[in-house]
Nanobody
Framework: QVQLVESGGGLVQAGGSLRLSCAAS????????MGWFRQAPGKERDFLAA????????SYADSVKGRFTISRDVAKNTVYLHMNSLKPEDTAVYYC????????????????WGQGTQVTVSS
């Protein structure tokens, strides 16, 4: 089992950048595929990015490709989401998630979730 805690959210102007962090507990962080999702009020939870256990393979939603970068630091048991060129439509609660099975863009594939961190982008 793994526990996830997100941080790094906040208020930023359009065009700005943020780096979200997701700290994982436990000594088996290397075994987990990790993903980032977000959910705006009244909307479904949307996939943003996923990263393999090794960190060498990543995938992105079209809406964030070229603007967001997912990475992981095994030594720190942490996965990051670097967000550039932020837009007001990026405003949402951002979640990281973990699963042992495979890298996926589907929320149902993930077994563990953080509590979320709010990102607000002003115009």
């Amino acid at each position: 089992q793994v526990q996830l805690v997100e941080s790094g959210g906040g208020l930023v102007q359009a065009g700005g950048s943020l780096r979200l962090s997701c700290a994982a507990s436990g000594r088996t962080f290397n075994n987990y595929f990790m993903g980032w999702f977000r959910q705006a009020p009244g909307k479904e939870r949307d996939f943003l990015a996923a990263i393999s256990r090794s960190g060498f393979s990543t995938s992105y939603a079209d809406s964030v490709k070229g603007r967001f970068t997912i990475s992981r630091d095994v030594a720190k048991n942490t996965v990051y989401l670097h967000m550039n060129s932020l837009k007001p439509e990026d405003t949402a609660v951002y979640y990281c998630a973990a699963n042992l099975k495979y890298s996926s863009s589907y929320a149902y594939a993930y077994d563990y979730w953080g509590q979320g961190t709010q990102v607000t982008v002003s115009s």
